[in-house]
């Protein structure tokens, strides 16, 4: 009986721990994941509607879901959210571009903008508060899914890493666009000004970079500029370097070099016509 007693007292205990550890497993997961904007996804014009009724805390996963053809998902610092302004000195590392993000929020403010010319300025961010749900509190995640740091993160970690891409026409390819063709032909000055003020974000004109083409193409050294966007819209996009550097791309083939540069942004969306923020 005594034997019984005992055993029955260890059979006892055994169940009371293995209780305690599955209430501890299950605080320990207790996450809770949102897919942005829902069914609507990461996009322009993002309701503010969706934040409301929620309640988010450090450990939950927000889930970006997009066309990586076209988006990103930029994190970004409080002014950045505001100006919808990129860090002056990030590298790509801190840009999502998979389509299908997951990042667990830190305890505090996260900012998120798609870094995309003009895609922030149609409401293309977001801003979430995550509160600790009591002092004891502990962040678990998925080792796979990138988390933000505390404070000054573009500094601090690297969120993913970014594969090259391809572009999506080949440097002569040009004869595929006549209307291009003919126009980087007769008015280089044109193409190139209608690219360097999507690849610069609006802070340049079309009139002003194509002046300034003109006044370069009259001593030669044209090429030694427009090398210079090519090298920003591939650093924007993750282009590779094809088929060799740029500057050897313009100073060999400058016409070939802006059709193609032309038709890539006109691939992505922008209306090169109307330029830059007519194309949103």
């Known amino acids: 009986m005594a034997a019984r007693g005992r055993g029955s007292a260890t059979c006892g205990a055994l169940a009371a721990g293995a ?45 970006f879901k997009y066309d990586k053809a076209w988006h990103d998902v930029s994190v970004v610092g409080g002014k950045g959210y505001q100006r919808c302004q990129l860090p002056k000195h990030s590298d790509h590392s801190w840009v999502l571009r998979t389509g299908n993000d997951a990042v667990t929020l830190r305890r505090g403010n996260n900012y ?12 293309m961010k977001l801003h979430v508060n995550a509160l600790i749900k009591d002092c004891t509190q502990r962040q ?84 030694l500029y427009s090398c210079t966007k090519r090298s920003a819209m591939r650093s924007q996009y993750n282009l590779q370097a094809s088929p060799c550097m740029d500057c050897c791309v313009h100073f060999c083939c400058e016409s070939c070099a802006l059709c193609q540069e032309y038709k890539e942004l006109e691939n992505r969306g922008f209306n090169m016509a109307k330029g830059l923020y007519a194309s949103y």
Request: hydrophobic letters at 40%; aromatic letters at 10%.
């Open 140 to 223: 678990t995640s998925d080792p796979s899914i990138p988390i933000l740091p505390r404070s000054k993160f573009h500094r601090t970690i690297k969120l993913t890493s970014t594969m090259v891409g391809e572009w999506s026409v080949g440097l002569f390819d040009c004869f595929g666009d006549f209307g291009a063709c003919c126009l980087t032909f007769w008015c280089p000055c044109v193409t190139f000004g209608r690219i360097a003020e999507i690849v610069d974000k609006g802070s340049t004109s079309c009139c002003i970079n194509g002046t300034i083409y003109v006044c370069l193409a009259s001593i030669g050294c044209n090429c």
């Open 19 to 63: 209780l305690v550890l599955l209430s501890l497993l299950a605080g320990a997961a207790a996450k809770t994941t949102y897919i942005v904007g829902d069914d609507a996804g990461w996009s322009k014009n993002l309701k503010a509607s969706w934040l409301a009724g929620k309640t988010f805390y450090a450990g939950d996963v927000l889930v």
């Open 112 to 123: 998120f903008i798609c870094g995309q010319p003009g895609h922030c300025q149609n409401n």
